[in-house]
């Protein structure tokens, strides 16, 4: 029998928590032959209905499922962690600047970072969710010097699924036939996400699309402000869909990707593109043993420079923003 595999989810009384721990323990996160232990971890506030949660995870018996423990301590929660899901977050309310929210996020991301840094096992993973998800990846990353950078990521796996879904929709092909697709930059409004590599059923996206002008006017910003139109409609932001993303993220770190694609995710830079080294921004990744690598040689077009330039200049920012406040 495999040792089990101990996941801590932060956040884990709220709403993509709780579309998440499910599936994590029916084993779609790992395998359907590996066992888990989970970690939840929430503020003193979130741990009653964490415990509520832990118990509806009893009663499923999940036959993987080999123990759930609760905390509101980071140094407890991520306690020999193997995997690291950072879900929880401040979100910006009402008045909140930039500055006030990457700060209230610091005050989260920085201890945990710690945390990790000191606690988590040596194979430790983390993908962080909460938003500002870029930026909060970058002061966990910061705050775990003992970590490999490169163990830190940030999703933007469901701008990456949003992508595919609506080039589907547009040319017919189903899901399964799309590939190569990229999100780049930060997972926010100014993310771009790329069809000029990607391929529909063999074929150049940007050829069978042929509408440089639904690129620009409708794909793009229906994929970007794609979050915002799931609050219009469902009145609460996207939860199930997102819980689906980060499952597919760390599937896909743990397993691999198919020899002939790729996917999106939030990493480390390495100066690739001409995105400043350090910066944990989206790009076209591959995975293999237990490693993403960006994938290297692309041609930009100038298409698609400006839009990448743009949203790392964002990211640029947040790192400046960051580091005036003495988070990294
Ligand atoms: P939610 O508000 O339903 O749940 C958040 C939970 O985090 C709450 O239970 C809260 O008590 C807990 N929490 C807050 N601070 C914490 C801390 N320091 N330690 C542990 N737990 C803490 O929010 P929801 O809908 O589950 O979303 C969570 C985050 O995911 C938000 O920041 C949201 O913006 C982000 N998100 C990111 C997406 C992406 O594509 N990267 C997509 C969708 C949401």
Redesign the pocket.
Known sequence: TRTPVTVTV??????????LLFRIASGQLLGADVPVKLRL???P??LK??EGTAMELDDCAFPLLQGIDIS?D?NV?FDGANVAL???????TKGMERGDLLEA?G???K??GKAINDHAADDIKVL??????NT?ALIAQAAAPDVPAERFT??????HNRALSQLSKKTGAPVSEIKKLTIWGN?SATQYPDVFHAEVAGKNAAEVVNDEQWLADTFIPTVAKR?AAIIEARG????A??AN??IDHVHTWVNGTDADNWTSAGVVSDGSYGVPEGLISSFPVTAANGKFEIVQGLDVNEFSRTRIDASVKELEEEREAVRGLGLI
Not at 10 to 19: S, V
Not at 128 to 133: K, L, Y
Not at 154 to 159: I, S, V
């Open positions: 932060t956040g884990a009384a709220g709403q993509i928590g709780y579309a971890l929430e503020i506030q979130g209905a964490a509101d980071p929660g950072l879900v929880g977050a401040r979100p910006r996020n005050g989260i991301f201890p945990q962080v969710v909460g938003n500002p998800a909060n940030a999703m933007t796996r469901l701008d997972h979050g609460a932001s996207s939860a869909s997102a993303a980060a």
